[in-house]
């Protein structure tokens, strides 16, 4: 768990970082690129490769793939479409994807899950009623593929973790999920990177080597161990504690003017339907003597 809080606190401030100095300025493919370049050279130097079996050399490299690779470039996209608070908020159907997968892992389907997410949508609509466009619905969609991703790599280190060999360190192998998230990440910046728009200021490339070294480096290490070490429900509320730590940083720093009250109405909403699936499957857990 102290891990889980530790990476929170570190990550509230990494939203408004990108918003404020990189997004629209700095190419989003570049800024991707170097963050997760930067957090594979920090773990190459304890990199292991004759410790670990070929099958999970690739189940990691597949992992980092999908939870940083594709995420990142769906993330750093969003940044374009939407302000920072409206990317923090719909960040918020992170544990609802996690509760989703484990059903699909379990051969089980939910319909109830369709309400819940409509009536996310609905909050999602509240925040900005006045000002939608297709841009904005784009941008949604985007940071929910994002935050699939995201599920979907927990889910699956959480699975893939305890097939490790025990007598190795994870530091020794964890090099291998950022070699697979740059394995997305080179080729996205070499089809659709823009070279124009490279960073200019010492500022931009400190708050890149920040976010390589630091936010994705240490970051993404201690996220995946903290989530090996608690149950799937601590890892949900857990995914959910970024989101009001990231506002707090982005609207008593950098962001003073936002509608406050519309996003505090939209985020209950989305906050409500987080918690009527809470205790919806909660319930039909009971029901089932599921613990």
Known sequence: ???LIGVTTLWAFSFSLIGVYLSGQVDSYFAVLTRIGLAALVFLI??????LPLEHVLGLMAIGAVQLGAMYIGFYQSFL????PEVLLFTIFTPLYITLIDDILKGRFTPFYLLTAALAVFGAAVIRYAD???????????VQSSNLCFAVGQVAYRHLAPRLPQEVAHRH???????????VALPAFWLFGDTTALPTTSLQWGVLLWLGVVASGLGYFLWNKGACRVDAGTLAIMNNALVP???LVNLLIWN?????????????ILLASLLINTWWR??????????
Do not use: E, K, N
Request: charged share 15%.
């Open 46 to 51: 304890w990199l292991r490769p004759r410790h």
């Open 1 to 3: 768990m102290g891990y």
């Open 245 to 247: 730590a990231g506002l």
């Open 256 to 268: 003073r003017d936002a509608d406050v009250p519309r996003l505090m109405l939209g985020g209950g």
């Open 132 to 142: 939608i466009s297709d841009a904005y619905w784009a941008g949604f969609l985007v």
């Open 173 to 183: 192998v964890f090099g291998w999920f950022y070699l697979g998230a740059l394995c």
């Open 282 to 291: 909660r319930r039909h857990q009971a029901s089932l003597g599921i613990t």
């Open 81 to 84: 479409l939407l302000s920072v």
